[in-house]
Nanobody, 125 residues
């Protein structure tokens, strides 16, 4: 079984940066595509970024393209979301997810097999 634990969330001013980390345990996720999602109060959970199992392909929601970067370390079993030029509308709980069969590009929640518990990101204006 895979366990995912996110860390790195917090409070930051608009224009600032944060890095979120997702650490996998239980078994390796080196052959899983990985994704980051977020959910703001009253909103549905939405796709933010994804990365293929080898890390060669990355995918981003239009709202974060050019500001966020996803990368992974298959040896450390971690996936990182680097967030720059943060905006108040980026405020949400951010979730890490693992997809055993996908490419990392899917926005469909049901296609992901494992989820973390989430970490809060708050961007003040």
């Amino acid at each position: 079984q895979v366990q995912l634990v996110e860390s790195g969330g917090g409070l930051v001013q608009a224009g600032g940066s944060l890095s979120l980390s997702c650490a996998a345990s239980g078994r390796t996720v080196s052959n899983y595509a990985m994704g980051w999602f977020r959910q703001a109060p009253g909103n549905e959970r939405e796709f933010v970024a994804g990365i293929s199992w080898r890390g060669g392909s990355t995918y981003y929601a239009d709202s974060v393209k050019g500001r966020f970067t996803i990368f992974r370390d298959i040896y450390e079993n971690t996936v990182t979301l680097r967030m720059n030029r943060l905006k108040p509308e980026d405020t949400a709980v951010y979730y890490c997810a693992a997809d055993a069969y996908g490419l990392g590009s899917s926005p469909v929640l049901e296609e992901y097999d494992h989820w973390g518990q989430g970490t809060q990101v708050t961007v003040s204006s």
